[in-house]
């Protein structure tokens, strides 16, 4: 390995920034709604299945003494953020955030039978200890409590047609995330994928569920649509930028911190940012071994150093950083014309910056 | 084989009722329908999994001449009929018929790479054209566009509390369909599983979303919710007679009819009700057998044609065929106390009628 991946393995060993106290605010209220929509585990230990992925239990149903394998709880938060943030009341944007974590969860855990992921967020994944057919269904199941969690607006004085229009913005947006997981399926078997394929892909697979999260959220506070409109363009920047800082973390991340294997993404092929980049970019010798290996059925460890060692010479490493924290000003400029109060308009800056700097 | 074997086949060879005319009646609207739902072809063909499931083009998105490889959408046909039987539109149950078709088909697909099945409705399986991962990703995309194709309710000047009610309904007995799938799952590997268990995994597997279709099409038309518990029950009772259908058709039916192959639920080893009832009704060498070639991981054709002399033995054709009739008969009387013309009373029984006696 060159110079510069000595250099990146360094940078990674920065502290990055803490989680933002919004996630605290927002997790347990969000956690409780959630648990009333997963049944007690019964004789087929379905919910033992679900409540396991979610970092509550271990695999025997047994309870867990610290949640190092929960998520971030992303949407949650940022629909409940954007409600609050508007002057709305967050406890009516519940059943959505909770309908928002369960459908991203129903991903991740359909996401890893496609991948053949063994670990997720430090503990093996759902279909490597139940296999696939249970973790097939657990999946379907989630999405379905989902669908189920959001129903209960109309427990908490949402009006019926509210409640509709959020059922139709969820629905969609997670229509377009399973395609843009088609998609990126698909660029799998294709050799010439470029930056704005790539874009327009993770903008449906990563960016749809994230802007719905923030446009829901403001759905719910207020029916001014500029600011909802505005919360949709936040959230498409800050999908971007999330997703680019995901890409990075996946080839130069810490093992440690992401919970994943570090050359997860390239050992898998995976076409991410820097690689799509790097195909792109690259030229000469490099571009043909990057394009051979890529081809290759099965990369070792030598094929994966390699792959880096080009992707940094050609600058993939920067130009990730660059375009992440571009999206992420982007992002906090498309608020710039909404009327929020200072708290919020802090947060928001400390919400990006967590999100482009992360370890994890 | 047996004479009893030989006494069955020649069973199959009567014709069975054809399908009532009430398919036909709703059959074109309803495709219209699911067709607006489902977005063009485009890059990465996923539409075109979708199309090809329903049997409306070839592998290769090519038209297809004769529709032989469509299903009967029972589930559309039943919602549209329950709304006209009480004297509603059936226009107005159009987005709830389609999003049950999709909803269903869903299950398929899914359910397909759960077995691995090769062959469905006489055409290779989509996991085992596309693979698996596209194949889950279509079946997620199937249910996604069913809740979105239920939203168009909203268009249809249904009240927006109604349109959540029957969403709820639509959520609530497919997710209700999933945990019999699961419960399914489960039999696999479970020695004992008595005829008490099988008919309360079937009332969810298939009970489930044949209840919610006639409950919803009855909820668009009245607000009469004691008619619309009464098509309920009357829903619980053909999916009884349905699946137990069906459990006969798959050891006992018509290869060439059905579209499956033959013996295809005995050699996978599947629980079905003939079986449950065989490995609690037989006795001595019969039950050891039974049992025993249950456990092996392989079943030969000698093995096959012992388990259905076992079953023949143990009377479980006759009795499959009686517990049919019953749950039909049971299924006509949950309507007698609603006041239906006289039509639609004609057509619940010629419905009932060959759903106990279908041949596929």
């Known amino acids: 390995m060159g110079n510069k991946s000595i250099h990146y393995t360094l940078a990674n060993e920065r502290p990055g920034p803490g989680l933002p106290?919004?996630?605290a605010r927002y997790k347990g209220m969000v956690e409780r709604e959630i648990c009333q929509t997963i049944p007690a585990p019964d004789q087929d230990r379905l919910p033992t299945l679900l409540q396991y992925h979610l970092g509550w239990?271990?695999?025997n149903g047994g309870s867990v003494a610290v949640a190092s394998s929960q998520g971030k709880a992303l949407r949650p938060t940022l629909c409940m953020f954007a409600c609050e943030a508007l002057a709305g009341d967050p406890a009516r944007a519940l059943p959505a955030a909770a309908a928002l974590e369960l459908i991203h969860n129903f991903s991740l855990i359909h996401d890893d039978i496609q991948?053949?992921?063994?670990?997720?967020?430090?503990q093996a994944t759902v279909w490597s200890l139940w296999g696939e057919p249970r973790a097939l269904v657990a999946g379907s199941v989630m999405q379905s409590l989902g669908d189920l969690a959001l129903l209960r607006c109309a427990q908490l004085d949402v009006a019926p047609e509210v409640t509709l229009r959020v059922s139709s913005l969820l629905t969609e947006s997670y229509l377009e995330m399973i395609e843009g997981q088609c998609m990126d399926l698909g660029f799998e078997s294709q050799p010439r994928i470029s930056v704005d394929d790539y874009l327009g892909m993770i903008a449906r697979k990563t960016g749809a569920l994230i802007r719905s999260s923030l446009q829901i959220g403001a759905l719910l506070a207020t029916d001014d649509e500029g600011a909802t409109a505005a919360f949709a363009r936040f959230g498409?920047?800050?999908?971007?930028?999330?997703?680019?800082?995901?890409?990075?973390l996946g080839i130069w991340g810490d093992e440690a911190a992401t919970g994943k294997s570090n050359d997860n993404d390239i050992r898998r092929r995976k076409k991410?940012?820097?690689?799509?980049?790097?195909?792109?970019?690259?030229?000469?010798?490099a571009r043909e071994d990057l394009r051979r290996i890529y081809a290759q059925q099965e990369l070792d460890d030598a094929d994966v150093?390699?792959?880096m060692t080009i992707l940094e010479e050609a600058?993939?490493?920067?130009?990730?950083e660059s375009l992440t924290q571009e999206s992420a000003s982007r992002a906090v400029r498309a608020l710039e014309g909404v009327d929020?109060?200072?708290?919020?308009?802090?947060?928001?800056?400390?919400?990006?910056d967590f999100l482009a700097r992360r370890q994890y």
């Open 115 to 122: 991948d053949r992921d063994l670990e997720r967020r430090h």
């Open 236 to 248: 498409d920047y800050l999908g971007r930028a999330f997703q680019i800082r995901d890409d990075y």
């Open 340 to 352: 929020l109060p200072a708290w919020a308009r802090l947060e928001v800056e400390e919400l990006v």
């Open 315 to 320: 600058g993939a490493p920067q130009c990730s």
């Open 305 to 307: 150093l390699r792959v």
């Open 21 to 23: 106290p919004m996630f």
């Open 57 to 59: 239990v271990d695999r």
């Open 272 to 285: 991410s940012f820097p690689v799509v980049f790097g195909l792109e970019r690259a030229r000469g010798a």
